[in-house]
């Protein structure tokens, strides 16, 4: 089984529309990221959390929020879908959270805003 | 602030040639530096990482890079490229000292050909 899994792992919504994308991890990591994939910009950072109280924004949260449930589970939302978030998101995990840590992604999850 | 800049978005070689995929970096303080490949339909994978103990770094699939600190570069080569490393390609920096986060170039397509 896969130790980063993504739900769904595509979707089509329309603008205007609330949606969630889960991610779940069985690493045992306490760090959790999500990014977005646009053609040409390679990854940006959306959110991090280092633990299930402690959230952070990254590089372009504005339209987006999370939730940390659990260590192992970190949902991102849009709380209404925009066409220029349709996007390739991935959910992303690490150990210590130390800069030389090597993240573990998520094999993502393609949005479509129409 | 930091950045990555991939040299080439695409770049096309035949199969058993050499694989020379660019990756310059700009850190305000000592950076630690990923090589991550992208199969089609698949998340983010490591290839090999710098953490500061040897300049040459050797990583999966017969993959290497080296840290040339004074061209503030971090090229990935292969000496024969194989049909199968038909991917993307991201080279990331995460800035030492601090937490893991990581700063993607825009990626470089690598195609192979018979």
């Known amino acids: 089984d896969a130790d980063v899994t993504q739900t769904p792992r595509n979707r089509i919504t329309k603008t205007g529309k609330r949606i969630m994308l889960e991610c779940s991890q069985t690493?045992?990591?306490?760090?959790m990221y999500w990014y977005r994939q646009d053609p040409g910009l390679g990854l940006r950072l959306i959110y991090y959390?280092?633990?299930?109280?402690?959230?952070n924004k990254g590089e372009i949260s504005d339209g987006y929020s999370v939730s940390r449930q659990a260590q192992a589970k970190f949902s991102l939302s849009l709380e209404s879908a925009i066409p220029n978030q349709t996007a390739l998101y991935f959910c992303?995990?690490?150990?210590?959270?130390?800069?030389?840590?090597?993240?573990?992604f998520g094999p993502g999850t393609r949005l479509l805003v129409l | 602030a930091q950045s990555v800049t991939q040299l080439g978005s695409h770049v096309s070689v035949s199969e058993g040639a050499l694989v020379l995929l660019r990756c310059n970096y700009s850190?305000?303080?000592?950076?630690?530096l990923f090589w991550y490949v992208q199969y089609p339909n698949q998340g983010l994978q490591l290839l090999l990482k710098y953490t500061s103990a040897a300049t040459l770094v050797k990583g999966i699939n017969g993959f290497e890079a080296e840290f040339k600190k004074s061209e503030t570069s971090f090229h990935l080569t292969k000496p024969s490229a194989h049909m199968s490393d038909a991917a993307e390609y991201f080279c990331a920096v995460s800035p030492s000292g601090g937490y893991n986060k990581l700063i993607f170039g825009a990626g470089t397509r690598l195609a192979v050909h018979p």
């Open positions: 959390s280092f633990d299930v109280k402690d959230i």
């Open positions: 850190s305000s303080v000592p950076p630690y």
């Open positions: 690493k045992g990591h306490d760090r």
């Open positions: 992303a995990t690490s150990g210590a959270g130390l800069a030389q840590e090597t993240q573990y």
